[in-house]
């Protein structure tokens, strides 16, 4: 069993651009003593108590009434400091004269917001997302790093809406990735056919310290569902050709994922539903082309999900486009055997990098024999990637179509969850069973260094 604090955050990278990011340390801001330059608010400078000695002198040279004036000051109502979602204020006594000013946008923005105790956004909040109001309809899903609602317009087009709670301390990742939905949708309008296995994006906003952005809305992830559904080989195959091409799509736009797993996976709805997206861009780094310099060591010990990190990740360097692919290949490997990877159940990470260099030196034969035979060759591709080499992506696809081929996969079958209670996942005694959950599943971002 994996220790507890493998499924704890550490902390968050700060840029979106290249693996300059680097952790900021976490201010020890005790509530209310600190002022927005981050000064705290009881420290009095030198300056102040020679002034007020001074002061003091001066007013008992002219024996004027200090502590009285010093007692006013008391007496001055305190002002209230309400977070941005305390509830409002009573309304005033019919008696007191109402000398209050219409509420600011952004205040009557925050009025429309409810939450409950766990600050969770309820069923009814509105939000309005650059032009678009939408209602809350339903949280949908978690990560490790933000929550996910069901939301809809007023013509009821349904959205997906993540959200995050910035706080000065943690570095926002969300600012990663409405930087990174941003640039590819950017890319998406001078290149049409390009990123479809990749969310469309239809802004971002933030009410006091919550932030949201709204993207295409999906099913549920890969990883939810086959933790409730036996798969087939056929249905394991078909999720690894789609995983693999939103990895494709994803570099073609000019990102790294770097946290490649069927949690970070999600089906489509409806006539997408055959299809795979590729979700969770919070981790995202510019790709290296073969004319960047060579980047030293990365700033952080470990990035990404122990279970399918790539080793690069283990050794503490940058990762880069093969890196995607690696993770990518531990997670197929998932899918057509579940919890069978050689350090699914190791909880020293050198071990499972070390562990991991050993199943692309020598992969393991009980693996091997579930996958698709065609995998032999694509796992000797993807370790000969060099670090800032482009992939070979049509070699892998071609691999991947000839494993489809001779396996007579038909694309246009329903999946699993497509028939219902009879495929689910039973154990041995015949019940209904989930599939539990690793927490080495869980991503971390480490600066042990
Ligand atoms: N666009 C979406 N539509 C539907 N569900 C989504 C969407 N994006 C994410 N989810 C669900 O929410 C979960 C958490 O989202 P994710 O972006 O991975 O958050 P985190 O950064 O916290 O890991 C995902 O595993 C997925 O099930
Ligand atoms: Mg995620």
């Known amino acids: 069993m994996m220790p507890d604090n493998n499924r704890k955050r550490v902390g968050t990278p700060d840029s979106a651009n290249a693996d300059s990011n680097k952790l900021t340390p976490v201010k020890k801001c005790a509530p209310g003593n600190y002022n927005a ?47 941005p979602f305390s509830p409002p204020p009573l309304s005033p006594s019919p008696n007191t004269p109402n000398t209050s000013k219409a509420p600011r946008p952004d205040e009557a923005e925050k009025e429309k917001l409810r939450f409950d105790a766990e600050k969770k956004l309820l069923s009814g909040a509105k939000i309005l997302v650059k032009n678009i109001e939408v209602t809350v309809v339903k949280l949908l899903g978690q990560g490790g790093f933000g ?5 809809q317009d007023s013509k009821e087009n ?3 809406m993540k959200t995050e709670y910035f706080c000065e301390s943690i570095p926002s990742r969300m600012k990663m990735e409405v930087k990174a939905y941003d640039k590819i949708a950017n ?7 390009s990123g479809m296995r990749l969310l469309g994006f239809y802004g971002s906003g933030a009410i006091g310290n919550l932030k949201f952005f709204l993207m295409s809305l999906v099913g549920p992830s890969v990883d939810s569902l086959i933790a409730k559904y036996e798969i087939s080989f056929a249905t394991a195959l078909r999720l690894c050709i789609e995983m693999f091409v939103g990895i494709v799509d994803l570099h073609e736009c000019g990102f790294v994922h770097r946290d490649i797993k069927p949690e970070n996976y999600a089906i489509g709805l409806n006539a997408d539903r055959r299809r795979v997206y590729l979700v969770d861009l919070g981790m995202v780094v510019r790709v290296l082309e073969e004319s960047d310099p060579m980047p030293s060591s990365s700033k952080y010990d470990f990035i990404g999900t122990p279970l399918y990190a790539p080793r690069t990740s283990h050794l503490g360097n940058v990762q880069t486009r093969k890196d995607d692919l690696e993770s990518w290949i531990y997670s197929c490997a998932d899918l057509f055997s579940p919890n069978k990877l050689p350090w699914a159940h190791e909880c020293d990470r050198q071990k499972v990098g070390d562990l991991k260099e050993q199943f692309f030196k020598n992969p393991s034969a009980d ?24 992939p070979d992506y049509k070699a ?11 396996d007579e ?6 999946f699993e969850w497509e028939l219902g209670e009879q495929a689910k996942r039973k154990d041995d005694s015949g019940e209904k069973k989930k599939r539990k959950k690793n927490r080495s599943e869980n991503t971390q971002v480490t600066v042990d260094k």
Do not use: W
């Open 37 to 83: 330059k981050g000064k705290t608010k009881n420290c009095v400078s030198k300056e102040k108590i020679k002034q007020s000695a001074k002061n003091k002198a001066e007013s008992s040279k002219h024996n004027l009434p200090v502590e009285k004036n010093k007692k006013k000051k008391l007496k001055k109502k305190p002002k209230i400091k309400r977070s």
């Open 147 to 151: 929550l996910v609602y069901l939301v």
């Open 158 to 160: 349904r959205y997906a």
């Open 187 to 193: 890319f998406r309008k001078a290149h049409p056919k």
């Open 367 to 390: 693996i091997l024999s579930q996958m698709p035979a065609q995998f032999e060759d694509i796992i000797r591709n993807v370790n000969m990637i060099g670090m800032t080499q482009k």
């Open 396 to 406: 892998i696809r071609d691999l991947l179509e000839s494993a489809a081929t001779m």
């Open 409 to 414: 996969i038909d694309f246009d079958e329903p």
